[in-house]
Protein backbone atom coordinates (compact mmCIF):
# COMPACT_ATOMS: atom_id res chain seq x y z
CA UNK A 1 0.00 0.00 0.00
CA UNK A 2 0.89 3.05 -0.88
CA UNK A 3 0.35 7.35 0.79
CA UNK A 4 0.96 10.97 -0.44
CA UNK A 5 3.27 12.67 1.95
CA UNK A 6 2.76 16.24 1.85
CA UNK A 7 6.45 17.67 2.24
CA UNK A 8 6.58 21.84 3.11
CA UNK A 9 9.96 21.74 4.70
CA UNK A 10 13.72 20.77 4.05
CA UNK A 11 11.72 17.32 3.28
CA UNK A 12 10.77 18.54 0.09
CA UNK A 13 14.48 18.75 -1.20
CA UNK A 14 15.03 14.94 -2.34
CA UNK A 15 18.15 15.60 -1.37
CA UNK A 16 17.22 15.53 2.56
CA UNK A 17 14.54 13.03 1.58
CA UNK A 18 17.07 10.45 0.73
CA UNK A 19 18.51 10.32 4.24
CA UNK A 20 15.16 10.08 5.57
CA UNK A 21 13.71 7.26 3.05
CA UNK A 22 15.74 4.78 0.86
CA UNK A 23 12.34 4.60 -1.63
CA UNK A 24 10.14 7.16 -3.07
CA UNK A 25 8.59 8.51 -5.73
CA UNK A 26 7.91 12.20 -6.83
CA UNK A 27 8.47 14.69 -5.99
CA UNK A 28 5.62 16.83 -7.54
CA UNK A 29 4.52 20.00 -7.14
CA UNK A 30 1.45 20.88 -4.91
CA UNK A 31 -0.28 23.17 -2.92
CA UNK A 32 -2.06 22.92 0.77
CA UNK A 33 -4.78 25.79 0.79
CA UNK A 34 -6.16 27.40 4.07
CA UNK A 35 -2.05 27.39 5.73
CA UNK A 36 0.27 29.50 6.20
CA UNK A 37 4.33 28.90 6.74
CA UNK A 38 5.11 29.76 9.61
CA UNK A 39 9.04 28.69 11.65
CA UNK A 40 7.50 27.82 15.21
CA UNK A 41 9.21 25.04 16.49
CA UNK A 42 13.05 24.79 18.14
CA UNK A 43 15.31 22.51 16.76
CA UNK A 44 18.59 21.78 18.09
CA UNK A 45 19.57 19.31 15.08
CA UNK A 46 19.44 22.46 13.05
CA UNK A 47 20.12 24.95 15.45
CA UNK A 48 16.89 27.69 14.59
CA UNK A 49 13.44 27.46 13.74
CA UNK A 50 11.74 24.42 11.86
CA UNK A 51 9.28 24.70 8.91
CA UNK A 52 5.39 24.30 10.57
CA UNK A 53 2.09 24.90 9.36
CA UNK A 54 -1.13 27.40 10.88
CA UNK A 55 -4.71 27.15 9.18
CA UNK A 56 -4.78 30.76 7.82
CA UNK A 57 -8.00 31.80 5.63
CA UNK A 58 -7.17 32.54 2.14
CA UNK A 59 -3.06 31.54 2.58
CA UNK A 60 -1.54 28.70 0.95
CA UNK A 61 1.54 26.64 1.59
CA UNK A 62 3.72 25.21 -1.54
CA UNK A 63 5.28 21.96 -1.10
CA UNK A 64 6.36 18.59 -2.78
CA UNK A 65 3.72 15.20 -2.85
CA UNK A 66 5.48 12.01 -2.48
CA UNK A 67 4.47 9.06 -2.76
CA UNK A 68 5.71 6.46 -0.22
CA UNK A 69 4.89 3.14 1.27
CA UNK A 70 2.90 3.29 4.15
CA UNK A 71 4.83 1.28 6.77
CA UNK A 72 7.64 3.95 5.80
CA UNK A 73 5.63 6.37 7.46
CA UNK A 74 6.72 5.38 10.88
CA UNK A 75 9.75 6.47 9.45
CA UNK A 76 8.71 9.84 8.78
CA UNK A 77 6.93 9.92 12.22
CA UNK A 78 10.61 10.15 14.18
CA UNK A 79 12.36 12.15 11.72
CA UNK A 80 9.33 14.77 12.11
CA UNK A 81 9.91 14.42 16.01
CA UNK A 82 6.68 12.76 17.37
CA UNK A 83 4.92 13.30 19.82
CA UNK A 84 7.10 15.64 21.21
CA UNK A 85 7.79 18.10 18.20
CA UNK A 86 5.03 17.57 15.73
CA UNK A 87 2.28 15.29 14.98
CA UNK A 88 0.44 14.12 11.50
CA UNK A 89 -2.46 14.89 10.11
CA UNK A 90 -4.44 13.75 6.74
CA UNK A 91 -4.58 16.93 4.25
CA UNK A 92 -6.19 17.30 0.65
CA UNK A 93 -3.10 18.64 -1.26
CA UNK A 94 -3.89 20.77 -4.66
CA UNK A 95 -1.65 18.68 -7.69
CA UNK A 96 -1.69 19.47 -11.27
CA UNK A 97 -3.90 16.21 -11.69
CA UNK A 98 -6.19 17.80 -9.08
CA UNK A 99 -6.99 17.12 -4.85
CA UNK A 100 -5.22 14.70 -3.73
CA UNK A 101 -5.13 13.24 -0.13
CA UNK A 102 -1.47 13.26 1.93
CA UNK A 103 -0.20 13.34 5.05
CA UNK A 104 1.55 16.05 6.56
CA UNK A 105 2.76 17.60 9.84
CA UNK A 106 2.29 19.81 12.32
CA UNK A 107 3.78 21.37 15.15
CA UNK A 108 2.43 19.93 18.68
CA UNK A 109 3.59 22.88 20.97
CA UNK A 110 4.07 25.88 18.67
CA UNK A 111 5.91 29.13 19.41
CA UNK A 112 5.68 32.62 18.31
CA UNK A 113 8.73 32.68 15.31
CA UNK A 114 11.82 31.18 15.96
CA UNK A 115 14.50 32.44 13.62
CA UNK A 116 15.19 29.36 11.23
CA UNK A 117 19.23 28.93 9.95
CA UNK A 118 20.34 29.76 7.15
CA UNK A 119 21.70 26.19 6.18
CA UNK A 120 17.59 25.48 6.99
CA UNK A 121 16.07 27.96 4.98
CA UNK A 122 18.21 26.98 2.00
CA UNK A 123 17.47 23.91 1.99
CA UNK A 124 13.76 24.38 1.22
CA UNK A 125 14.28 27.22 -1.56
CA UNK A 126 16.81 24.69 -3.58
CA UNK A 127 13.96 22.37 -3.02
CA UNK A 128 11.36 24.89 -4.58
CA UNK A 129 13.46 25.85 -7.36
CA UNK A 130 13.91 22.05 -8.53
CA UNK A 131 10.25 21.94 -8.58
CA UNK A 132 9.86 24.74 -10.83
CA UNK A 133 8.01 27.22 -8.72
CA UNK A 134 8.37 30.87 -9.43
CA UNK A 135 10.32 33.11 -7.54
CA UNK A 136 7.21 35.06 -6.00
CA UNK A 137 6.21 31.89 -4.06
CA UNK A 138 9.52 31.11 -2.92
CA UNK A 139 9.86 34.59 -1.75
CA UNK A 140 6.54 33.71 0.15
CA UNK A 141 8.83 31.09 1.92
CA UNK A 142 11.45 33.64 2.43
CA UNK A 143 9.43 35.90 4.11
CA UNK A 144 8.31 33.92 6.42
CA UNK A 145 11.57 32.83 7.35
CA UNK A 146 12.44 36.20 8.26
CA UNK A 147 8.93 37.23 10.16
Known amino acids: MTVNY ?3 DVSLNPEVMRRILR ?3 GPRR ?18 G ?3 GIEES ?4 VVGAL ?13 YQGIPTHRSRIKIRAHTETGLEEAYT ?3 TNPRKHVAPSR ?29
Open 49 to 51: GIA
Open 119 to 147: AYVSLILRGLRNLGYSESEIAIVERAALL
Open 6 to 8: FAY
Open 66 to 78: YTIRGEDLAILDK
Open 57 to 60: RGSY
Open 105 to 107: YVS
Open 23 to 25: EWH
Open 30 to 47: ARLEGYRLVFDTYSAAWR
